[in-house]
């Protein structure tokens, strides 16, 4: 499984759409490793989508993003978890362990179903 999360320098960005780096991670067993990092599309987050989808991403990690994006992914089979802060480590941490809803942005629900 693919995840990626969009960044701006070590963090998660604040804004899917003012992400500078979207970095790649694979699941391998209980671990995380990193598969690769790309900048984000000159043409901007309207295309993450399809983008994203052809490298295999299953998940996405972002702090907040427009629902025009949340849909294309929805669309996509791209589950998104957004409204997550934080430095990109701890929030790999937070995911293995099942504990995202400790890196939510304040003011935000619960990521669990």
Known sequence: MDICIAG???RVATLLETATELRLYSLEGSRVVQSGMTAMPIAGACILPTYLKSMGVEIVICGGLGKTV????????IRVISWVKGPIEAVLEAYLEDAMDTMTMPGRV???P
Do not use: I
Request: net charge negative.
């Open 8 to 10: 701006y320098q070590n």
């Open 70 to 77: 949340q849909d294309g992914f929805e669309a996509m089979g």
């Open 110 to 112: 619960s990521h669990k």
